[in-house]
């Protein structure tokens, strides 16, 4: 079974517009940690934004916010006021277990984000 | 910058030769992984570090090997080359200090075996 499911291979969305980036993980590990990663064409990866499986409350950085509904294992990744730099690949992985000693992390297939001016 | 260093950035070579790519981490991080990026198989995670010992390996051939030196920096060694190898390889540590474990990713290093 798929551990990291993105189901939307890639999105058109309006400039400034807000956009859900749709990421479900499986996992019967009780200690995990969920990640968004944003790959632009230039081809280097980004880290966005994290989630621990204990944390409380949903993650949010600047624009970027993580909407965590851990009964549904999902993990989708919310962007506001979408602008024309987002366009890039979006990637959501999972780090299964304790934290030191085993960061690998398992990636999803990714979601293309166009923004349209 | 991630203040993860990878060279080369490109690597154009032919089926059957062998090639070293290098990785020297962020300053402080022990931990190096290295991932394989291609079309058809998205983000595979390859071999993991820690201090000079191999940690944990993935879907990494038996063609392919990597060694952390003293130094902390790494080196993927990529031998009896095929066309399939061709991809993006990256390189990343981890950030042990802010405690959500992040991985940073170098640039990587875009390999094309013709």
């Keep these: 079974a798929q551990k990291i499911t993105q189901t939307q291979p890639g999105m058109f969305v309006q400039e400034k517009e807000a956009v859900t980036l749709d990421c479900t993980y499986d996992t019967s590990d009780p200690s995990y940690g969920l990640f968004w990663y944003k790959q632009p064409s230039s081809g280097e990866m980004i880290f966005l934004i994290y989630q621990g499986s204990y944390d409380q409350q949903n993650a949010t950085e600047g624009r970027y916010s993580l909407n965590f509904q851990k009964a549904r294992k999902s993990a989708n990744l919310v962007i506001s006021a979408s602008q024309l730099g987002d366009s890039a690949m979006y990637f959501c992985a999972m780090r299964e277990g304790k934290f030191f000693g085993n960061e690998k992390l398992t990636f999803g297939t990714g979601t293309r984000l166009t923004i349209i001016p | ?114």
Excluded at chain 2, 29 to 56: C, K, M, T
Aim: hydrophobic share 30%.
């Design chain 2, 1 to 114: 910058d991630s203040g993860v260093t990878q060279t080369p950035k490109h690597l154009i070579t032919a089926t059957g030769q062998r090639v070293t790519l290098r990785c020297s981490p962020r300053s402080g991080d022990l931990s190096v992984y290295w991932y394989q990026q291609s079309l058809d198989q998205g983000l595979q995670f390859l071999i993991h570090y820690y201090n000079g010992e191999e940690r944990a390996k993935g879907n990494i051939l038996e063609r392919f090997s990597a060694q952390q030196f003293p130094d902390l920096h790494s080196e993927l060694n990529l031998s009896s080359l095929e066309l399939g190898d061709s991809a993006l390889y990256f390189c990343a540590s981890s950030a042990r200090d802010r405690g959500s474990g992040e991985l940073f990713f170098g640039e990587g290093s875009r390999l094309t075996v013709l």
